[in-house]
């Protein structure tokens, strides 16, 4: 993987250089990625946010906003 790393309790979530992570889900109708950051990287407990949300649906090969 270039520019992140998977966590062994997690693997759904990939953190990536800058203190972000990307968290998917997965079902039969649809893959749903929320894109998370973090406020301020040097501040232990610092408030993340959702940066991004997207869906990939059957049939539907794209990257659309959620």
Request: aromatic share 4%; with cysteine.
């Amino acid at each position: 993987m270039v520019g992140g790393e998977v966590h062994a309790g997690a693997p759904q979530r990939v953190m990536a250089d800058g203190g972000g992570c990307a968290r998917t889900r997965i079902t039969r109708d649809e893959m749903k990625i929320g894109f998370r950051s973090l406020s301020r990287v040097t501040e232990p407990h610092a408030p993340a946010r959702t940066s991004g949300s997207f869906v990939i649906e059957p049939g539907h090969p794209t990257l659309d906003p959620a």
